[in-house]
């Protein structure tokens, strides 16, 4: 059997493990298992992988790797690919020999493809709500297609462009035709969350998008459609990064 799986702290939310049973089926693919590793920290990584590497069920041959760990997992990495040099993130991993790991992210090619059929003119600056591996990506994708953008966050951060939480205003967001939330505020169970946010700013020229998918609907996305943005959210991120990592754990190496 080849063993795939996500890697998390908390996975109740997670649709990957359903998103690899239906592709499994619709492809008739019936030596492959995806399953939900939760680790409530990486302390033990090394042994815990070793153990998945060797486990009697067949050799763990890939993982997708989500909050909080996409970041952090670098530390235990022997090598990365080019893309995840570049974005400083890491959501699929394979093993590469000798119990060494490599990174890789599909999360800026999921991302790109996901809103492509969006963009606009309009949409020449952003503002990525979040500091994290997943608003990484996101950064390099439209950094790569010429998109000014500044990052809001709780605390200032010198490495990229950032204002704070409670120095956005609704004329700072009208300056901003895109609107990119990566944070996890919102997932269920706790879709009730929402981020500290200038609602009035936005308009029908907005773009905004939410990269949480479950709920469909997040408290911000629901918001942000009141004021006439138009609003995605990150389901359609979700399949293209879950298909560009299964080619990638299956190209030959």
Not at 17 to 37: N, P, R, T
Not at 203 to 211: F, G, P, Q, S
Request: glycine content about 8%.
């Amino acid at each position: 059997m080849r063993r795939y799986g996500l890697l998390g702290k908390t996975l109740q939310h997670s649709h990957s493990q359903a998103l690899f049973a239906q592709k499994f089926a619709q492809e008739q693919i019936q030596d492959a298992s995806y399953s939900l590793f939760e680790l409530s920290d990486l302390a033990n990584w090394s042994a815990w992988s070793e153990a998945q590497i060797g486990h009697p069920e067949g050799a763990l041959l890939g993982l997708n790797v989500t909050v909080p760990y996409k970041q952090s997992i670098l530390a235990h990495l022997d090598v990365l690919t080019p893309e995840a040099q570049a974005i400083g993130a890491v959501n699929a991993m394979r093993p590469a020999g000798d119990g060494k790991w490599m990174g890789h992210n599909t999360d800026g090619i999921g991302f790109a493809k996901s809103i492509r059929p969006f963009l606009t003119s309009k949409h020449d600056r952003a503002l990525i709500l979040g500091n994290g591996g997943a608003a990484a990506a996101v950064r390099f994708v439209l950094e790569s297609l010429g998109i000014e953008v500044v990052h809001v966050t709780r605390n200032p951060d010198d490495s990229v462009r950032t204002i704070r939480f409670d120095e956005l205003t609704p004329e700072a967001v009208r300056f901003f035709g895109l609107i990119v939330q990566a944070t996890p505020v919102g997932t269920v169970p706790n879709v009730s969350d929402v981020l500290p946010f200038p609602w009035s700013g936005l308009n029908d020229e907005h773009l905004v998008i939410d990269l949480i998918y479950n709920p469909t609907e997040t408290l911000f996305l629901h918001r942000a459609k009141s004021q006439g943005a138009t609003v995605l959210n990150g389901k359609d991120m979700l399949f293209n990064q879950a298909q560009a990592a299964w080619e990638w754990w299956n190209q030959s190496k």
